[in-house]
T-cell receptor
Framework: QQQVKQSPQSLIVQKGGISIINCAYE??????FPWYQQFPGKGPALLIA?????SEKKEGRFTISFNKSAKQFSLHIMDSQPGDSATYFC????????????FGPGTRLSVLP | DGGITQSPKYLFRKEGQNVTLSCEQN?????MYWYRQDPGQGLRLIYY???????QKGDIAEGYSVSREKKESFPLTVTSAQKNPTAFYLC?????????????FGPGTRLTVT
């Protein structure tokens, strides 16, 4: 079974700080890497995604960094806010239909006011 | 509004009873998925369907059954054979042609079996 490893399991950051969550995958056939944000009692919501043809993608305060050779990617949340407190899941999969994404175990982020 | 709806939000059942969770989408997505999430845990795939009248087992299919008679609907039945049915159940859907293929999730159904 292909795995996606995610760290840390939990993260506490002060308001205004940078939150960094790391993921690593095994399957070199994976070529699409979305991140999801989940608030308690809600379904995960797509946050940002990247393909391996770029090393970085930025949307507002959220940035994905991608290292294809190391098979690693990370989510950076700049100027972290208390409203960012949620569980974040990384995922990896092939960018075509018929295959399924593999999800990381999640990181619980708490941003202190 | 386009999206995925799951009903009910909370569901309570007695042990030994089968229960069916509803999932409907109006995103015109071909593929639909069911996941189970336990407290503090990640997502585990139960069943998925790429097309109407066809579905495949995921990683933890035992004790569950599904049907896909319509493109918009993918109900999940939790049978009495599922040993630990209490969990948060998430339905998702994704495109099949044209991409991108990331999955969009519904709001979830929290099932409690006593």
């Amino acid at each position: 079974q292909q795995q996606v490893k995610q760290s840390p399991q939990s993260l506490i950051v002060q308001k205004g700080g940078i939150s960094i969550i790391n993921c690593a995958y095994e399957n070199t056939a994976f070529d699409y890497f979305p991140w999801y944000q989940q608030f308690p009692g809600k379904g995960p919501a797509l946050l940002i995604a990247i393909r391996p043809d770029v090393s970085e993608k930025k949307e507002g305060r959220f940035t994905i960094s991608f290292n294809k050779s190391a098979k690693q990617f990370s989510l950076h949340i700049m100027d972290s806010q208390p409203g960012d407190s949620a569980t974040y899941f990384c995922a990896a999969g092939p960018d075509n239909y018929g295959q399924n994404f593999v999800f990381g175990p999640g990181t619980r982020l708490s941003v202190l006011p | 509004d386009g999206g995925i709806t799951q009903s009910p939000k909370y569901l309570f059942r007695k042990e030994g009873q089968n229960v069916t969770l509803s999932c409907e989408q109006n995103l015109n997505h071909d593929a639909m998925y069911w996941y189970r999430q336990d407290p503090g845990q990640g997502l585990r795939l139960i069943y998925y369907s790429q097309i109407v009248n066809d579905f495949q087992k995921g990683d933890i299919a035992e004790g569950y059954s599904v049907s896909r008679e319509k493109k918009e609907s993918f109900p999940l039945t939790v049978t009495s054979a599922q040993k630990n049915p209490t969990a948060f159940y998430l339905c998702a859907s994704s495109m099949r042609r044209g991409g991108p293929y990331e999955q969009y999730f519904g709001p979830g159904t929290r099932l409690t079996v006593t």
